[in-house]
């Protein structure tokens, strides 16, 4: 089985220029997350998708991160501009379903993750 | 916010050594996981923990879930070099699936 694909693996950028990351998730996962990774820092949930609708977004900086996943499947972050502070690891995750009301068990599946390095 | 703490951020142990990675929060988890990063890879999952008290083995893993469920801890035995790594844990504080990460630990162990 196929799991979580990301691109591109690595992104150097200026700041104030705009980037894109691209995941597909392992089929048939209804649920996909977008994580930001500070170096010394564990993940942090930026946005969660239930097919195509958001779950959550609250620790997304709407002012310049958006993403999407219209047609359920595969997901674009994009950073536009892009700040100093913004150098992360990009990290894309799926799982099967997402339990609203029970005590989730559902493993994430992560991919590699995009580094992400603005100058 | 709920927080996560893990102890210590970084731990340096000989091949064969014992070691044990802690995990606290001040509230109630819902479940908890444990999850290993190596580089340049996303995190992989370990295990999970929901009941209180409980305890689970992995070959030469051991994660114990506190009483209260509001600590846990990750213990190795007879660490090896391919136990290096990055290992995080991750809460659930709601019914529900959003998880919160600790900062993680980063073993290496030196052969």
């Known amino acids: 089985e196929a799991g979580v694909a990301q691109s591109p693996r690595y992104k150097i950028i200026e700041k104030r220029q705009s980037v894109a990351f691209w995941c597909n998730p392992i089929?048939?996962?209804?649920?996909l997350y977008w994580y930001q990774q500070i170096l010394g820092q564990g993940p942090k949930l930026l946005i969660q998708?239930?097919?195509?609708?958001?779950?959550?977004d609250s620790q997304l900086p709407k002012d310049r991160f958006s993403a999407e996943r219209l047609k359920g499947v595969d997901s674009t972050l994009k950073i536009q501009p892009a700040k100093l502070e913004d150098s992360a690891v990009y990290l894309c995750?799926?799982?099967?379903?997402?339990?609203?009301?029970?005590?989730?068990?559902?493993?994430?599946?992560f991919g590699p993750g995009t580094r992400l390095t603005v100058l | 916010t709920q927080l996560l703490e893990q102890s210590p951020q970084f731990l340096s142990i000989q091949e064969g050594e014992n070691l044990t990675v802690y995990c606290n929060s001040s509230?109630?988890?819902?479940?908890l996981q444990w999850y290993r990063q190596e580089p340049g890879e996303g995190p992989v999952l370990l295990v999970t923990v929901v009941t209180g008290g409980e305890v689970k083995k992995l070959k030469r893993l051991t994660f114990q879930f506190g009483d209260a469920r509001k600590d846990s801890s990750l213990h190795i035995t007879a660490a090896q070099p391919g136990d290096t790594g990055l290992y995080l844990c991750?809460?659930?504080?709601?019914?529900?699936?959003?998880?919160?990460f600790g900062a993680g630990t980063i073993l290496r162990v030196k052969s």
């Open positions: 509230s109630v988890f819902s479940s």
């Open positions: 991750a809460a659930s504080w709601e019914y529900g699936n959003k998880l919160v």
């Open positions: 998708f239930q097919n195509n609708g958001v779950v959550d």
């Open positions: 995750a799926s799982s099967f379903v997402f339990q609203r009301g029970g005590r989730g068990n559902n493993e994430q599946f």
């Open positions: 089929s048939g996962h209804a649920t």
